[in-house]
């Protein structure tokens, strides 16, 4: 079944305890994004990779790191977690232009 | 200006009406559209693409409009079923990459 997987699903941590959320794709895409959701700002691109080795910034990349090893996963690192960073987290999986296959999200709580 | 600006709504509906939701975008350069569907708290699932020419699939039309820089969405015949959050992307396109933009989504509510 093709799917993008993210784990964990649901996080607590406390403030500058570094994390990180993997996100794993079965579907050969190039691209995958991560994405966060919060409550009257709809989703906002943190980074994007377009292949292997290739990442670049989104909207609101500022506290967070990735990597893009392997074409199938695209961990999110959060090397200082802050309480301004809880929120929704969607990873997200793509082949150019086409539309975008997100995983089941993962929900973070950092206090 | 917002990249893609869509109304929060919600629009409160009945079962079976016909419910419309209007998106525009700032980028004239945008290439790919899309209607996404989001229930509470869940990701975002892809309803339909938008082409050039409109498209349709099943109770759900989309429609591009590049002169104005909209899109459109037409329910018909609403379910309960049909209620959730209706995202609008696009994708800039710039020539390298795949760089989403999402509207902040638009809540429909269909009651009995």
């Known amino acids: 079944e093709a799917q993008v997987t993210q784990n964990p699903r649901y996080l607590i941590t406390v403030t500058g305890k570094k994390l990180t959320v993997t996100c794993s794709q079965n579907m050969n895409h190039e691209y995958m994004s991560w994405y966060r959701q919060d409550p009257g700002l709809g989703l906002r691109q943190i980074y994007y990779s377009m292949n292997v080795e290739v990442t670049d910034k989104g909207d609101v990349p500022e506290g967070y790191k990735v990597s893009r090893k392997e074409k199938r996963n695209f961990p999110l690192i959060l090397e200082s977690p802050s309480p301004n960073q809880t929120s929704l987290y969607f990873c997200?999986?793509?082949?150019?232009?086409?539309?975008?296959?997100f995983g089941q999200g993962t929900r973070l709580t950092v206090v | 200006r917002k990249e893609v600006e869509q109304d929060p709504g919600p629009f409160n509906v009945p079962e079976g009406a016909t419910v419309a939701f209007n998106c525009t975008y700032s980028?004239?350069?945008?290439?790919?559209f899309f209607w996404y569907r989001q229930d509470c708290r869940k990701e975002p699932k892809l309803l339909m693409s938008?082409?050039?020419s409109g498209n349709e699939d099943g109770r759900f039309t989309a429609q591009l409009n590049r002169a104005s820089q909209y899109i459109s969405l037409l329910i018909r015949d609403s379910k309960l079923s049909d209620s959730a959050t209706y995202l609008c992307v696009v994708n800039p396109f710039t020539g390298g990459g795949n760089k989403l933009t999402f509207g902040t989504g638009t809540q429909l509510k269909v009651e009995l």
């Open positions: 980028n004239s350069a945008s290439q790919s």
């Open positions: 938008v082409y050039s």
């Open positions: 997200a999986s793509t082949l150019e232009s086409s539309p975008a296959f």
